[in-house]
């Protein structure tokens, strides 16, 4: 019998922590980010700081997930599945969520619906052609978005006014609309290069009443730097 329980005590001392490798690493950086945004609201941020983490259970015992995603801390990783579709049942207080290299194909209007907690989404690398208008009506905390690698032919209509950083490189997009960033005071980073855009793609007022502190159109098919129809900055 000593010698038994001798043998789980062993065990026990030897056996390695139950936190995930990448976890505390993950959240460390999102929570420099946050500070670095200067953002006071406490539920704004992706990981409330209200909310006391377990160091040794950071996971729920019954998680909600999507099958074959990762679900920890409010952040869903669904990346390199082959997905071809946004899937279901993501969790409500999802704070990240993760969907680049996948195969999907249209961003339809319920796919987000009830994220109001969302905080950065990575559509990276799919076959993306079509995103309803109605598609982030929920997702009023919305902070990032990134759509890089993908076939849109124009920039997301009704994007949330929250949004500071919008990356869409490499797609098939030749026109700004006028209304595509009213209203967006909080946008601060917008990455589209790699795009048809000509001088007359961008519509005067494209950018009213918005500051950018960067921008990139490198490799579309400006023959002059549209001075009257940038962002102030």
């Known amino acids: 019998m000593?010698?038994?329980?001798?043998?789980?005590?062993?065990?026990?001392?030897?056996?390695?922590?139950?936190?995930?490798?990448?976890?505390?690493?993950?959240?460390?950086?999102?929570?420099?980010?946050?500070?670095?945004?200067?953002?006071?609201?406490?539920?704004?941020?992706?990981?409330?700081?209200?909310?006391?983490?377990?160091?040794?259970?950071?996971?729920?015992?019954?998680?909600?997930?999507?099958?074959?995603?990762?679900?920890?801390?409010?952040?869903?990783?669904?990346?390199?599945?082959?997905?071809?579709?946004?899937p279901s049942n993501i969790p409500f207080d999802t704070r990240m969520l993760d969907l680049q290299n996948n195969k999907i194909k249209e961003i339809k209007e319920n796919d987000f619906k009830g994220l109001t907690s969302l905080y950065a989404l990575i559509l990276n690398n799919n076959k993306i052609t079509k995103i309803h208008p109605k598609a982030f009506l929920t997702t009023k905390k919305l902070?990032?978005?990134?759509?890089?690698?993908?076939?849109?032919?124009?920039?997301?209509?009704?994007?949330?006014?929250?949004?500071?950083?919008l990356r869409i490189h490499d797609n098939k997009v030749k026109k700004i609309q006028k209304e595509t960033f009213k209203g967006m005071n909080a946008l601060h980073v917008l990455e589209m290069s790699a795009n048809p855009l000509d001088n007359n793609g961008i519509e005067p007022g494209a950018f009213e009443g918005v500051t950018v502190f960067h921008v990139r159109i490198a490799e579309a098919k400006l023959t002059s730097i549209p001075k009257d129809n940038l962002p102030s900055f």
């Open 143 to 165: 902070r990032r978005v990134y759509l890089s690698h993908n076939q849109l032919s124009e920039i997301p209509l009704n994007l949330p006014k929250s949004l500071a950083e």
């Open 2 to 86: 000593k010698e038994c329980v001798l043998l789980v005590f062993l065990a026990l001392c030897s056996a390695k922590p139950l936190l995930h490798p990448s976890y505390m690493t993950l959240k460390n950086m999102m929570l420099q980010d946050m500070e670095d945004e200067g953002d006071s609201d406490a539920d704004n941020s992706l990981f409330p700081t209200r909310e006391p983490v377990n160091p040794f259970f950071p996971f729920d015992l019954f998680p909600m997930c999507p099958f074959g995603c990762q679900c920890y801390s409010r952040v869903v990783h669904c990346s390199d599945l082959g997905l071809s579709s946004v």
